[in-house]
């Protein structure tokens, strides 16, 4: 298996966790993770989990920057990838 899948694999199940992880603190009214995190781990490739961990959750589903945002980070990785391995 390539570095590349790994990481794509690990990062998407860290978006998903995290999702998951602040809905917990949300209904707990708990210390929160910041919502620069949550998208940051999109950025850095766990943006499938994080989308899925959204709708499984139902967590951050009414702020338009995720629920626009996660599908284009996705199509933005789905992109790359393809360059990287079709060149």
Known sequence: ??????????????????????????KQRAWRIPEKMLLGSGLLGGCLGA???????????????FVVGMPGMVAFWALCIKCVLYP
């Open 1 to 26: 298996m390539s570095v590349l899948v790994i990481y794509l694999i690990l990062m998407n199940l860290w978006g998903f966790l995290l999702m998951g992880i602040d809905k917990r603190r949300a």
């Open 51 to 65: 989308w899925a961990g959204m709708y499984f959750f139902r967590h951050k589903t009414r702020h338009w920057y």
